[in-house]
């Protein structure tokens, strides 16, 4: 019993060394941008060796990949919360957008960070490309269940319901960065209009 609670201390000691180390890094990167950063620098802020970080993690990139991936898990989780929602598909559409939206608002300076990488070039460029092909199809994942738990509604099957979600992600997408765009220079966000625009967008992909 007692191997048992130690195991747990353990565990839990890891568990929170890793999240010091997440967190660590994200208030780096955030600061002075992925590539100006060092593990050495990351390990500094915590008063700790090379060693224990690479007992966490097998590089830079990995932790950056961890960093985005749990960042945007909140993203994705609301994202299939909704499209599982008993609602009307207007209603759950709009609230897609909304949470998407309220998601890039509330988390803009990971946005931001998040943007900065797509535009470098290396190996955490590729890690952020390649986070970002996983939150494309996440997210297409869950329109796609959105939409095609209305197909009757919709009026279309299976693989036009596909390539509709896909669209809908696509425009997602524009909308979304057209938002971190908006709030890098300080501009003023209408939320409803943000949102109405998605919605008359998905009406006419799916009249179409």
Same mark, same amino acid.
């Given at each position: ?5 130690? +195991? ?18 994200k ?6 941008? $992925? ?5 050495? *620098? ?5 008063? %700790? ?5 690479? #007992? ?8 950056? &990949? *961890?960093?985005l991936? *749990? ?12 499209? =599982? !929602? ?5 209603? =759950?559409?709009? /609230? $897609? ?10 988390e803009? *300076? @990971?946005?931001? #960070? ?6 470098? %070039? ?32 919709? /009026? ?15 425009? @997602?997408?524009?909308?979304?960065? &057209? @938002?971190? +765009?908006?709030l ?11 949102? &109405? #625009? @998605? ?8 009249? !179409?």
């Open positions: 019993m007692v191997v048992h609670r130690e +195991d747990y201390l353990v565990r839990a000691k890891t568990i929170d060394k890793r999240n010091q180390f997440l967190q660590a890094g208030e780096l990167f955030f600061e002075k941008g $992925y590539i100006s950063v060092s593990v050495k *620098e990351i390990c500094d802020k915590l008063n %700790t060796t090379t060693g224990s970080f690479y #007992f966490m993690f097998s590089s830079k990139e990995k932790l950056l &990949e *961890e960093l991936t *749990e960042s945007l898990s909140e993203l994705w989780t609301t994202g299939e919360a909704v499209a =599982k !929602a008993k609602k009307d598909l207007k209603s =759950k559409l709009g /609230n $897609y957008f909304e949470n998407a939206l309220d998601y890039v608002i509330r803009v *300076e @990971l946005m931001k #960070f998040y943007r900065s990488i797509l535009d470098e %070039t290396g190996i955490g460029a590729k890690t952020a490309h390649d986070i970002r092909t996983l939150s494309l199809k996440k997210q297409e994942e869950n329109l796609y269940y959105l939409l095609n738990s209305h197909k009757e509604d919709i /009026n279309h099957d299976s693989s036009r319901i596909k390539d509709l979600a896909k669209y809908t992600m696509l425009i @997602l997408e524009y909308k979304q960065v &057209e @938002l971190i +765009d908006k890098i220079k300080n501009e003023k966000i209408d939320k409803t209009e943000e949102k &109405e #625009f @998605l919605s008359k967008a998905i009406e006419g992909l799916i009249k !179409a």
